[in-house]
């Protein structure tokens, strides 16, 4: 019962330009969803977030959009870089339940 | 001046045993979690302390089982250890309603049962 998926394990990317990673739900009483990014060895960092009355947030060179009707949401990151290189997890939570359920992440991988 | 601090970060193991892994926040946050990435990398919640107070249970053996002695600490003892607990332990912080915000994660524990 995989609530959170990522289809895509891998992207591959040149440096300078658009990486988009996606994401897709089926549980429509999420009303948060948060990108977090993975560097080896490491604990996952917390990137962007957005909340389900939004389509779109940007923070810098990352921005999340949101398509409800759709249950998709996707993370482009512009122009890409080479420390940019990890494995990105989308989550999404619900109020009240103070847990986020996690995608199985995409590596991304840019190259110089 | 790490923020979640997790110890051991390696921890192998023979089968059987009883090991604990320790947490430790330094944020002020008020609940606590323990996170479970197995070899598909299945990021899965295990547990949450708010407060002290357990209010995340989910299905997880009995052989685990945490404890929280004050809201910056949340340990995680297993008991009898199989090879299927074999993973990533990750333990995270947030305010106690996350929603925006997100967790803070510490950089976890690889566990490895033999």
């Known amino acids: 019962d995989q609530q959170v998926k990522q289809n895509s394990p891998s992207l591959s990317v040149q440096e300078g330009r658009i990486s988009i990673l996606n994401c897709d739900y089926t549980n429509s009483m999420f009303d948060y969803f948060l990108w977090y990014k993975k560097y080896p060895a490491e604990g996952p960092t917390f990137l962007i977030s957005?909340?389900?009355?939004?389509d779109k947030n940007e923070d810098g060179r990352f921005t999340v959009f949101l398509n409800k009707s759709a249950k998709h949401l996707s993370l482009h990151i512009v122009p890409s870089q080479p420390g940019d290189s990890a494995v990105y997890f989308c989550a999404a939570y619900t109020s009240g339940t103070y847990k986020y359920i996690f995608g199985t992440g995409t590596r991304l991988k840019v190259l110089a | 001046d790490t923020a979640v601090s997790q110890t051991p970060k390696y921890l192998v193991t023979q089968m059987g045993n009883d090991k604990s892994i320790k947490c430790e926040q330094n944020?002020?946050?008020?609940?606590m979690y323990w996170y479970k990435q197995d070899s598909k990398k299945f990021l899965k919640i295990m547990f949450s302390y708010n407060n002290k107070e357990l209010i995340i249970n989910e299905t997880v053996p009995n052989r685990f089982s945490p404890k929280s002695p004050d809201k910056a600490h949340l340990n995680l003892h297993i008991n009898s250890l199989e090879l299927g607990d074999s993973a990533v332990y990750f333990c995270?912080?947030?305010?106690?309603?996350?929603?925006?915000?997100?967790?803070?994660f510490g950089s976890g524990t690889r566990l490895t049962v033999v």
């Open positions: 957005i909340s389900s009355i939004k």
């Open positions: 995270a912080s947030s305010p106690r309603t996350a929603g925006n915000y997100g967790y803070t």
């Open positions: 944020l002020g946050h008020d609940t």
